[in-house]
């Protein structure tokens, strides 16, 4: 099993200025590839400070020239914001910069506060005909000279320029959950992205039951990768394993809140969360907060992903988004490196 990194820019105040989070941000990756991780992950999200990523092909297309060996991803770009031939192009660009680097993961998106910006009028039956039309667009463009009449597009013949280094195109992976996503996936040819978010380890291996389940409905297509994503933290101690149990809950009540679209916001801050709105999430109580996601010390982290691993996951992704100072981010992903990742050498 391979790890990745997933992350993003995050801000809850003023406090911090992005350039100071974009530089963690670009710290992280380079060392997570110094580690020997795989992948370091970014996705698209738009006018909240919560998640900071409006374009990730510039985050990555950076990346590239800070690197030389990580692969670098969308994890993910949101299918209905993108028209295919502009997509197809940042792709082959992007890939260029990343000397051939260049993961592309596609999903529908979630959050109603971006469709509503957005797009207005998106549901989400809408967002995934549209991630179900892209794909198999963005495949014939990287062909070239295609013309496409579709629901949602329609062009005439056109070839994406710059082509992609790597041919015929990039990897493409899908971001699913219901079995309907994953059978079109792995239909498709497309690797796939899951994860259980807090929902623990019977989703882990339900997710891998549905992936299962959509390669044996298409045994003449080659067997996909699959990724889990995870929010993850490795403590030297007890007390530390505690804190980040603490704001990894508060993390997830803010993504509760975005989600929904249920609290005010001001320039682009959502109204801070108090004692009753955390009190509101009886999911995200600490003790399930640290069952659920994979937190712990080394040795604890290392059981749980032998068990991932052995349910046939390919890659496993650290989410490191988590309501923590780059310090703590840093240490953990530091004891992650040096003291889980060689058991899985």
Partial sequence: MKFSLFLHMERYDAGKSHKELFDEMTALVKMAEEGGFETAWIGEH?????????????????????????????GTVVAPFWHPIKLAGEIGMTDLACNGRLDVGIARGAYSFEYERMFPGLDAWGAGGRLREMIPCLQQLF???YAHQGEYWQFPKTTPVPRPLQQPHPPLWVAARDPNSHDYAVSQGCNVQV????AGDAEVASLME?????????PDIPRPQIMMLMHTFVGADQREVDAAVADLRRFYCYFSKWFKNEKPIDQGFIEPLNDDDLAMFPNYA??????????????E????????EALGYDQYSFWI???????????????????VMPAFA
């Fill in 301 to 308: 982290v290392i059981a749980r992903l032998k068990g991932y």
């Fill in 210 to 218: 549905r992936f299962n389940a959509a390669c044996a409905n298409h």
């Fill in 321 to 339: 988004d988590s309501h923590m100072d780059f310090e703590r981010k840093q240490k953990s992903l530091e004891l992650f490196i040096n003291q």
């Fill in 195 to 198: 994860t259980s978010l807090a």
């Fill in 286 to 299: 600490p003790e399930l907060i640290k069952q659920n996601l994979v937190v712990g010390t080394p040795d």
């Fill in 143 to 145: 062909a070239g000279d």
């Fill in 46 to 74: 738009h006018g909240m400070e919560f998640t900071i990523a409006p374009n990730p092909f510039v985050n990555l297309a950076y990346l590239a020239a800070k690197t030389s060996k990580i692969r670098l991803g969308t």
